[in-house]
């Protein structure tokens, strides 16, 4: 689900872009320092080479009956990362698990010894094994050796390094038999992408980022909260104590406080110089139609004069639904909270003693924060609708979290499609005679209509399958 709020998205491309940021870097850093590695395995290699090469020529040098002695003197050497011994035969070795990094070493290696003794040495053996299941003798292993040994500088703790065993035949039934540790015991390890360092020190850097993001989205979103809460205000309840929004923050938000709270001024504005059109269309329309129906009255009995008043009538229903009209949105009632279901029920209950029978489906869950006399009268105005045009009425309630749905059924003969939005026009009725207890102004949709824009919902009228019409009202829970 994409987020929604200003907070949300930016936590989310910040967050984003904090991990694309680190695995970017991290990826760079890894190459750089498995490049170091390599370099570092290569000089490694060589120094291991030449120094099994030296060990080897010197134990060469001397008669075979003195190098008894010359092994005696390194075992003696304790802390020496080399264990040395010449025996009657080669020695298996266990290789430890193959890799390309192992494999590289031994290569750079064998090419160092060939480099250092100029020319390829027969018979030389090299192989990295586990320290722990490595044997230096027929049978005896290198954790089994005494004391003083090397394998307390070749058994590295808490966990063991891999041992390079380096074997070449220096006579008739003698192996020079050769195990050291690298200078960087682990460098065959492979390297971790990701170590618990770098994702615990990741995990501090967002929580400090999300705790700092929070305090700071929320001072800058504050502003355009209190302008999301004046519009909402604007729009559905004039009734409410309009000030000028402050001017705060940065500078597009104070830009957009100042064109804001410009139109609130024209908008409130506006609304007033209606009011007064309106009473002044009221005084000045009712008077003279007053005057013309008491003169009518005068008049002799004559088909000229019942045809006067007819028209005058007409006249002053149109004034009176005119006016309605214009105060159909009933901007001087407050927001209370509605009990829709309370209210169907009343419909119910009124139109019965009228000789219809509502029926009703559905409940509503919670009230409705609206302006519960201007509500009533644009769903009754659609009921009437549908009891003078169709049959069967039914009210049917629809309670979402986002929206409230009330729909106006009936089993009429519906509304030809391309009527369907020409009938909330002021005047237009769908009954073609012009007596107006067949059809009455035509002013009723148009009020409905009104009535539920002004409290931020749709009304909307759909044809049903087979026969009937369906007035849909569309409202907001905000």
């Known amino acids: 689900m994409r987020p929604s709020s200003l907070f949300a998205r930016f936590m989310m491309f910040m967050v984003a872009g904090l991990l694309l940021a680190f695995l970017v870097s991290n990826t760079l850093w890894f190459n750089v320092l498995e490049s170091r590695r390599i370099e570092q395995g290569k000089e490694m290699a060589r120094d291991m080479a030449y120094s099994i090469a030296s060990t080897m020529e010197f134990i060469r040098s001397y008669p075979r009956e003195y190098r008894h002695i010359i092994l005696n003197q390194f075992r003696d050497m304790g802390g020496s990362r080399y264990l040395v011994s010449i025996n009657a035969e080669y020695i298996d070795v266990d290789p430890i698990y193959e890799s390309e990094r192992k494999q590289t070493f031994l290569e750079d290696f064998n090419g160092a010894i060939e480099e250092k ?16 299941e490595l044997r230096v003798y027929n049978g005896v292993k290198l954790v089994d050796l005494p004391e003083r040994w090397a394998q307390n500088s070749l058994i590295r703790e808490p ?58 989205v929320r001072w800058l979103t504050r502003p355009l909260m209190k302008l999301a809460s004046a519009a909402r205000h604007l729009g559905t309840d004039l009734e409410y104590d309009l000030k000028p929004l402050q001017v705060e923050g940065s500078r597009e938000v104070r830009e957009t406080a100042i064109a804001f709270n410009f139109m609130q001024e024209r908008v409130l504005r506006f609304i007033e110089d209606r009011e007064r059109m309106f009473s002044a269309i009221s005084h000045d329309l009712k008077t003279p139609i007053t005057r013309l129906r008491l003169r009518s009255e005068l008049m002799p009995e004559s088909d000229v004069k019942r045809k006067m008043i007819v028209d005058l009538e007409e006249l002053d229903a149109m004034v009176k639904g005119a006016l309605d009209l214009g105060k159909s ?22 139109f019965k003693l009228m000789g219809t029978d509502i029926e009703i489906r559905g409940i509503a869950r919670r009230p409705f924060f609206g302006k519960p006399l201007a509500l009533k009268r644009a769903i ?19 309670d979402t979290r986002s929206e409230l749905k009330i729909y106006v059924v009936d089993k009429g003969p519906g509304i030809p499609e391309e009527k369907l939005e020409k009938v909330f026009d002021p005047y ?10 067949t059809g009455g102004a035509g002013l009723g949709l148009s009020i409905a209509r009104n009535i539920v824009h002004a409290h931020g919902g749709r009304l909307q009228l759909r044809n049903r399958v087979g026969s009937g019409l369906e007035a849909a009202i569309i409202l907001p829970r905000i």
């Open 428 to 437: 237009v009725r769908l009954e073609s005679s012009r007596n107006r207890n």
């Open 380 to 398: 009754s105005n659609l009921i009437n609708n549908a009891i003078f045009y169709g049959k069967d009425v039914r009210l049917d309630l629809v």
């Open 159 to 216: 966990e063991p390094a891999p041992v390079l065993v380096a074997q070449v035949p220096i006579g008739e039934g003698e192996w020079l038999y050769l195990a050291g540790l690298l200078r960087e015991p682990y460098y065959l390890s492979e390297a971790r992408y990701l170590s618990a360092d770098q994702v615990l020190f990741v995990l501090i850097m967002l929580a400090i980022l999300l705790v700092v993001s929070w305090f700071m």
């Open 117 to 132: 003794i100029g020319s390829r040495l027969e018979g030389l053996k090299v192989e990295f094994a586990d320290p722990l």
């Open 329 to 350: 949105t009933d901007i001087h009632e407050s927001i209370h909270a509605i009990n829709i279901n309370q209210l169907v029920r009343t419909f119910k209950d009124e």
